[in-house]
């Protein structure tokens, strides 16, 4: 690879450093925030971290219009100062309508750069690479949910506003996108509509049905790991904290050996994350000790490090050299859509079907889950033609 090609791909793997930092970065501080904002309704206040998923859903539903008008610099320079100014812009925040707000905003400009971080990997490399750079892209996604967790934490013990300087972060990544990223106009050739046009979604609906399933199954785990680990086994927020970023650095090396997985398991490499969760879920449910806990999160972390690069893979290929505007953005919409119905979803069905008292029972309604995203591969996978091998 040459030096000016590695540099435009660190740049875009720049961006996916970032993009999960949405939620992630504030999950530390939020029993902070919610001391400090004791008067607000606690609903207001889980908003504070589900907000921007809502708000990166509707923007990424209008980028092929964006991308058309802008070039893909202009796009990510403005997203990225956005996601800067609204997202440390909380530590002066007094008002929680303020915040919310500029969380929103946050929300807008995950939106713009969430297409581009993968999206310009279809664009700008062959087909052959992009196996392993969709891998990297995955990787840099959980190292950012690794370093956003510990530096929130370790500012948030200052004082809650101290951990939204988190993402000033994105500094970086604007250096080098006003530095290395080309202003290519990638929306200018494709004249098929806004994506999200049922035509669309009919074509690239494997991949986005799968990246719904896939994100409702893997959020069950951060939402209840804590509860079923102190319950179940017995382990302290330490010990919890200390598996589930484990879990992170596990994922983010599974994404660096993406492209060689690739290579080694073309066919079968389709079953690995719906299987994968299963077995995982199942340890969750039967643990009774750390061990089962452990191993489980271990196959959690394989099944979210294989899963999002192999959907992302597939779909780019589909998609060709517009993959940045048509399926990039319905992927990152189902994946923020996943996050968001997760919790909504799944724990009301644990209560229902199994009470209230039930601490494994989210991760029940996931083994259900599992079998759903394991036919849905099947049936729509079935007769897939393969990608060329990576480089």
């Given at each position: 690879?040459?030096?000016v090609?590695?540099?435009?791909?660190?740049?875009?793997?720049?961006?996916s450093?970032?993009t999960?930092?949405?939620?992630a970065?504030?999950?530390?501080a939020?029993?902070?925030?919610?001391?400090h904002f004791?008067?607000a309704?606690?609903l207001?206040v889980?908003?504070?971290v589900?907000?921007?998923?809502?708000?990166?859903?509707?923007t990424?539903?209008?980028?092929?219009?964006?991308?058309?008008?802008?070039?893909?610099?202009?796009?990510?320079?403005f997203?990225l100062?956005?996601y800067?100014l609204a997202?440390?812009?909380c530590f002066l925040?007094n008002?929680?309508y303020?915040?919310l707000?500029?969380r929103?905003l946050?929300?807008v400009?995950?939106?713009?750069?969430?297409?581009?971080?993968t999206g310009l990997l279809?664009?700008y490399y062959p087909?052959?690479?992009q196996?392993?750079?969709?891998g990297?892209s995955?990787?840099?996604?959980?190292?950012?949910?690794v370093?956003?967790?510990?530096?929130a934490?370790?500012?948030s013990?200052?004082g809650?506003?101290w951990?939204?300087l988190?993402?000033?972060?994105?500094?970086?990544?604007m250096?080098?996108?006003?530095?290395y990223?080309p202003d290519d106009?990638?929306g200018?050739?494709n004249?098929r509509?806004i994506p999200?046009q049922?035509?669309?979604?009919l074509?690239f609906?494997?991949?986005?049905i799968?990246m719904?399933?896939?994100m409702?199954?893997?959020?069950?785990?951060p939402?209840?790991?804590?509860?079923?680990?102190?319950?179940?086994a017995?382990?302290?927020?330490?010990?919890?904290?200390?598996?589930m970023v484990?879990?992170?650095?596990?994922a983010?090396?599974?994404?660096?050996?993406f492209g060689?997985l690739?290579n080694?398991f073309r066919e079968?490499i389709?079953?690995?994350?719906?299987v994968?969760?299963?077995?995982?879920?199942?340890?969750?449910?039967?643990?009774?000790s750390?061990?089962?806990?452990l191993?489980g999160?271990?196959?959690t972390?394989?099944a979210?490090?294989?899963g999002v690069p192999?959907?992302?893979?597939?779909?780019?290929?589909k998609?060709?050299?517009n993959?940045?505007t048509?399926?990039?953005?319905l992927l990152?919409?189902?994946?923020y859509?996943?996050?968001?119905?997760?919790p909504?979803i799944?724990?009301?069905?644990s209560r229902?079907?199994?009470g209230?008292?039930?601490v494994?029972?989210c991760y029940?309604i996931g083994i259900?889950l599992?079998?759903i995203?394991?036919?849905?591969v099947?049936?729509?996978?079935?007769?897939?033609?393969?990608?060329?091998?990576?480089?």
């Amino acid at each position: 690879m040459s030096v000016v090609n590695k540099k435009l791909t660190d740049t875009i793997l720049s961006m996916s450093l970032l993009t999960v930092m949405a939620g992630a970065a504030i999950a530390p501080a939020l029993g902070v925030i919610k001391a400090h904002f004791s008067d607000a309704p606690e609903l207001l206040v889980q908003f504070i971290v589900s907000i921007p998923a809502l708000f990166i859903i509707i923007t990424n539903l209008f980028f092929l219009n964006i991308s058309r008008h802008f070039g893909t610099q202009s796009i990510a320079l403005f997203g990225l100062a956005l996601y800067v100014l609204a997202g440390a812009g909380c530590f002066l925040a007094n008002d929680i309508y303020v915040l919310l707000g500029l969380r929103a905003l946050l929300g807008v400009s995950v939106g713009l750069i969430m297409p581009l971080s993968t999206g310009l990997l279809a664009y700008y490399y062959p087909p052959e690479k992009q196996a392993r750079l969709m891998g990297l892209s995955a990787a840099m996604n959980q190292m950012g949910g690794v370093v956003a967790t510990l530096l929130a934490g370790l500012l948030s013990a200052i004082g809650w506003r101290w951990a939204f300087l988190v993402y000033l972060l994105g500094i970086i990544a604007m250096i080098m996108v006003s530095l290395y990223l080309p202003d290519d106009h990638i929306g200018s050739a494709n004249k098929r509509g806004i994506p999200f046009q049922p035509r669309q979604l009919l074509k690239f609906h494997p991949s986005v049905i799968g990246m719904l399933l896939l994100m409702m199954i893997f959020f069950i785990y951060p939402t209840n790991f804590a509860i079923t680990a102190e319950k179940q086994a017995g382990l302290g927020l330490e010990a919890t904290t200390l598996i589930m970023v484990g879990l992170d650095l596990f994922a983010f090396f599974v994404g660096l050996v993406f492209g060689q997985l690739m290579n080694l398991f073309r066919e079968p490499i389709k079953y690995f994350a719906p299987v994968l969760f299963l077995i995982g879920y199942i340890l969750f449910v039967s643990a009774r000790s750390s061990l089962p806990l452990l191993v489980g999160a271990v196959f959690t972390g394989f099944a979210n490090g294989v899963g999002v690069p192999y959907l992302n893979t597939i779909a780019s290929i589909k998609g060709g050299h517009n993959s940045a505007t048509t399926v990039m953005p319905l992927l990152s919409a189902a994946l923020y859509l996943g996050q968001f119905l997760s919790p909504v979803i799944v724990t009301p069905l644990s209560r229902l079907c199994f009470g209230d008292n039930d601490v494994a029972g989210c991760y029940k309604i996931g083994i259900g889950l599992c079998v759903i995203f394991l036919v849905q591969v099947y049936t729509t996978r079935h007769y897939q033609s393969l990608p060329p091998k990576s480089e």
